[in-house]
């Protein structure tokens, strides 16, 4: 096994083809153990994220169920770094157990310390989430809203 890179944009290009090749270990250590996950919007996954295991188990795990096993794909578009902070920007597809599919596009603010990911902000359409993902919760659309 070879060192691995520190780099940040390395740890973060890293990190995204372990989630798209289904490397548990490779996820598990990217992250440092106080890292945190923003996830935006009036969802029940939308929240600070606090913790690696927070994050690997409930928030990333937690789509475990919602997704058909082996329809997942993640495609990693452009990063940008400067510094400590690398920002992100992925498909992801899959198949829902709802008979849908998920199609979004992401981009997350990810910041890398001694070679781990301490911090994410992530930015992704949550009404397409809201809708394939989670189609009996209420998100509390405002009145008249289409």
Known sequence: MTMTSTDPRAV?????????????????DSFAEDATWHYPGDLPIS????????????????????????????????????????????????????????????????TVRD???TSVIEYADTQHVATTLFPDVDTRRPAGAE
């Open 12 to 28: 973060v290009i890293r990190y995204v083809e372990a989630v798209r090749d289904g490397d548990v270990d490779v996820i598990h």
């Open 47 to 110: 929240k600070v994220w606090h913790g690696r295991d927070a994050i690997i188990n409930e928030f990333l795990g937690g789509m475990g169920p919602i997704l058909v096993p082996g329809t997942m794909e993640v495609e990693l578009v452009s990063t940008i770094a400067e510094g400590d902070r690398v920002v992100a920007e992925w498909t992801s597809r899959a198949k829902t157990v709802y008979g849908g599919t998920y199609d979004n596009r992401c981009l997350g603010i990810y």
């Open 115 to 117: 070679g781990k990911i």
